[in-house]
Structures are given as structure tokens and as C-alpha cells.
């Protein structure tokens, strides 16, 4: 099977492609075949991406594979910079305009479903981070961070996901500048449908739990063997640990506690697998929660050139998108 085309098949086909799944589900291999099927390119979503030096630790695409298909949204902005979903939203709409005007196909591929609904729904009027309350809630301990939220946001407490201090930081700095229940907020701001002029179809990649975690399994000991502590070593002396978002990357916070001697290295290894598996796990739920995917389930002999047909052959079935 061949994926040598170079511009945009002609008919009923979807203006805006995106494929969303958990980590090592096998996007971005088959985002890739996708995109030279088609003539397209690919727009990154992918929250630890965007960082300049996180490669080996964010399975950031090769050099070559960038050379085979454009990618966007890589490589924007240094580890020591801030980034948010604006930003994502800001960017990823210009990228988009521009591949369209090539007469290309965009692709948005990624495991970042917040990063997926703002561009879609959009963001609303949700308050700009405020820098000397931001810095004053990253010095609060977690744990008094929740009994806040406990207090002044009960439903949102009851889910939040307890091992992300940034989203936590996030939500009690929301409450603070507006008085208000962050979750009533969440439901107002993304209420706005945003890029009506689109046809979009949005496949979701999954894997039975098993097949999953193997990939996982391989995949983090393929960083490690690929020098994912010398770069973690490098970007200490970069400034990674002034990022809080960047310092909150799997596989990097756990090689930097490593280095401060906090556990050894195959403990360290083993960590890191499971703070992916439950990654993974959490990217699944939101995506089934929060946005309207059209799941594809893949067994661990499709290789990524049957995924690639199976999203092609979707694609072109009967239906040519919906209009968002």
C-alpha cells in the first residue's frame, strides 16, 4: 500500500480530520500515512510538545518523519515559557488557515483533549491567569488547595483528577478572580461553537487495556535506552523546573527525582510505566466524556498502515462530516 498523494483528494471528504486516543494508542504513525494519503499535514495536540528540547520524554515525531509530512505546533516555545490551550487555540486555527490555503488537508492528532475541545468549542471568558496569584497558589501544598476547592466547589472537587496540581491551581485561581463555582464557569464558556465554516470528522484510537499497556511498557523502556536521563540532565540546566507545566511532563518529573537520588533508576523506570498507564487511562475518560469521537478499536497486529486504511476507509464512508 502506497501514501503518495500531495494534494487533497477531491469529493465528499471531511475539510477538518482529527484523531485523538491515549498515549501509545498508535496516532501518530497512522496520522502520518493519513496525511500523505491524502495531502495533508499535521497540526500537534499535544500539550508537551509545544516545548522546545522535551523530545524523547513527549515521543516527539523524528526529524524524518517531519521531513516526510509537515507538522505544526511542535517546537513553539522554550521550556521555560508559559503555553495554554489560548495559546493552542491561537495557533492551531492559523496553522490550519494556512495548510488550507496550500489546498491541503489538516490533521490535528494528539492525546491533549482540552486542548481538542478549545479549538472546537472554544474558551469563552475565562479570566487570564493572574501571575502573583498564580505564584502564590503553586507555593500552597495540593492537599490545602483541595479542601478549598472542597469547600467553595463540591462537584467540581469530586472529580477533578487529583494528580494534575496544575488543572487544581487552575481552578482555585478561576474561583479566587470571580468568586464563582468554577464547574458553572467550565459549562458557560464552552457553550460557543467555534469554526462553524468546517466539516470535521473525529476518530478516537483505542486498545484493549492489555495491548495497551504493553506499548506503554515498550515505548517508556525505548526512552530510557534512547537517553531520556541526559536530557532530562540537560533540560534541568535549561531551566525545566522554573515550568511548572513543563516540570508536570511523565517521564521527566520522575528522572528529575531520580537524579536528586529519591530512587534508583529501575524503580524510577517502573514508575514511569505506571504514571503512564493511569495517564492513559485518564486521557480515555475524558475523551468519552467530553467530546464526540468516532472510535476505532485496534488490535495489537494492526500495523500502522491498516490503521491508516481503516481511518481513510471511515473517512470515505457515506458520511462526510459534520459541520461544527
Not at 509545544?50 to 524523547?56: A, F
Amino acid at each position: 500500500m502506497t501514501y503518495n498523494k500531495t494534494k487533497a483528494d477531491p469529493g465528499n471528504e471531511p475539510e477538518l480530520i482529527l484523531i485523538g486516543g491515549p498515549t501509545a494508542v498508535g496516532k501518530t504513525d497512522a496520522a502520518l500515512l493519513l496525511a500523505e494519503r491524502l495531502g495533508g499535514e499535521i497540526v500537534v495536540v499535544d500539550s508537551m510538545q509545544v516545548y522546545r528540547g522535551l523530545d524523547i520524554g513527549t515521543a516527539k515525531p523524528s526529524t524524518a518523519d517531519r521531513a516526510r509530512v509537515p507538522h505544526h505546533l511542535i517546537d513553539v516555545v522554550e521550556v521555560t515559557d508559559p503555553f495554554d490551550a489560548a495559546k493552542f487555540v491561537q495557533l492551531a486555527r492559523e496553522a490550519v488557515a494556512e495548510i488550507q490555503a496550500r489546498g491541503r488537508v489538516p490533521i490535528l492528532c494528539g492525546g491533549t483533549g482540552l486542548y481538542f475541545k478549545a479549538f472546537l468549542a472554544g474558551l469563552g471568558q475565562a479570566p487570564a491567569p493572574d501571575p502573583k496569584l498564580r505564584a502564590e497558589l503553586e507555593a500552597t501544598p495540593v492537599a490545602e488547595l483541595l479542601r478549598e476547592l472542597a469547600e467553595r466547589d463540591p462537584a467540581l472537587y469530586a472529580k477533578i483528577d487529583r494528580n494534575n496540581p496544575r488543572r487544581i491551581i487552575r481552578a482555585v485561581e478561576v474561583i479566587r478572580l470571580t468568586g464563582k463555582p468554577f464547574s458553572a464557569q467550565r459549562a458557560d464558556w464552552q457553550t460557543e461553537i467555534s469554526n462553524p465554516q468546517f466539516k470535521v470528522r473525529f476518530f478516537g484510537l483505542s486498545r484493549a487495556p492489555g495491548d495497551l499497556h504493553a506499548r506503554i511498557d515498550a515505548r517508556v523502556d525505548a526512552m530510557f535506552r534512547a537517553g531520556l536521563v541526559e536530557e532530562t540532565r540537560q533540560l534541568l540546566q535549561r531551566g525545566l523546573e522554573q515550568n511548572k507545566t513543563a516540570m508536570q511532563a511523565i517521564g521527566y518529573r520522575q528522572v528529575v527525582e531520580y537524579l536528586r537520588g529519591q530512587r534508583s533508576l529501575p524503580d524510577t523506570i517502573q514508575l514511569v510505566k505506571i504514571r503512564t498507564r493511569q495517564f492513559a487511562k485518564r486521557q480515555m475518560t475524558w475523551f468519552r466524556r467530553q467530546l464526540n469521537l468516532e472510535w476505532i478499536n485496534l488490535t495489537p497486529s494492526d500495523h500502522p498502515n491498516v490503521i491508516a486504511h481503516r481511518l481513510l476507509a471511515a473517512i470515505r464512508k457515506n458520511a462526510p462530516g459534520v459541520r461544527v
